[in-house]
């Protein structure tokens, strides 16, 4: 069960970001997102809502080891992993930076059981990481699928399964020339929005270089969609051992998708820029 929301001071916040447009920042993109509104004004619903987030959405832990020589002591990155249905496929999905060079990367649970994941794709250009757990751990997962327009609101649960569990409301808008878009939410290490009806809106990647306190940076839904479902006339790119790679198979096409949540067969493809 979600942890207790206090209605009444939510439900006011939520009516004050709605009619008054409080926290819309950035520029619509060249090719921008339909925007709407379709914020969730009643407790209820966000209650049923939050119910609903807590089966996608897991606190992640990922072990980096200093570069010697300095003592390799671990440190811990903390992130978010999001269960993902896309084009009859699941997986789990989160920003790719703070995993790179990573030794260990697990999925916490509520009970704090650490279920091991590994790296599926990691597609350093966009910053996106595709995972899958590495043995058949039972997980209840229930994934959500993307988004196709970006809504005045969006929704996060913040440290989830945690005392200190929060259903917040954020904005988040394309900025022109910008590959991410401006948040509202000072969060990272692929802490997921969705919109009212639960759909992947956006991935936070980084807080803002500016206003690091209350601002974040995010990767939008239609940057996953472009990776899921690469164009013909993408540009080339080259594979770790540095052969170039087809036309468009630096995205993560649909043959290399499970149907469903599944251990990893340890393959893991990188591409760069």
């Not at 468009?248 to 251990?263: A, C, D, I, Q, V």
Request: proline fraction near 8%; charge should be negative; aromatic fraction near 6%.
């Amino acid at each position: 069960m979600a942890a207790p929301i206090k209605s009444t001071l939510l439900l006011a916040v939520v009516l004050f970001t709605f009619v008054t447009g409080a926290g819309t920042i950035g520029a619509q993109d060249a090719v921008a997102p339909r925007v709407t509104s379709d914020a969730i004004v009643t407790s209820s619903d966000l209650e049923a809502l939050e119910d609903r987030l807590l089966g996608a959405v897991y606190r992640a832990e990922a072990q980096h080891l200093p570069p010697e020589p300095y003592q390799q002591t671990p440190l811990i990155y903390d992130g978010a992993v999001v269960a993902v249905e896309h084009g009859g496929h699941s997986f789990l999905l989160t920003t790719a930076a703070w995993l790179v060079n990573s030794t260990d990367i697990v999925l916490v649970t509520d009970k704090d059981r650490r279920i091991a994941l590994e790296i599926t794709e990691l597609d350093e250009r966009n910053n996106l990481a595709f995972l899958q757990p590495r043995s058949a751990d039972d997980i209840d997962l229930d994934p959500v699928p993307l988004a196709d327009h970006t809504p005045d609101l969006v929704y996060a649960v913040l440290s989830p399964r945690t005392p200190y569990q929060q259903l917040v409301t954020a904005n988040v808008q394309p900025v022109e020339g910008d590959f991410y878009w401006a948040s509202t939410l000072a969060a990272s290490n692929g802490y997921p929005v969705f919109d009212g009806a639960g759909r992947l809106v956006a991935l936070h990647a980084q807080r803002s270089p500016t206003q690091p306190a209350t601002r974040g940076q995010a990767i939008g839904w239609p940057a996953m969609v472009a990776v899921l479902e690469p164009s013909e006339d993408t540009a080339r790119a080259r594979t770790p051992d540095g052969d170039a790679a087809v036309p468009g198979e630096h995205g993560l096409r649909p043959s290399n998708l499970p149907s469903t949540l599944r251990p990893s067969s340890g393959s893991v493809r990188v591409t760069r820029t």
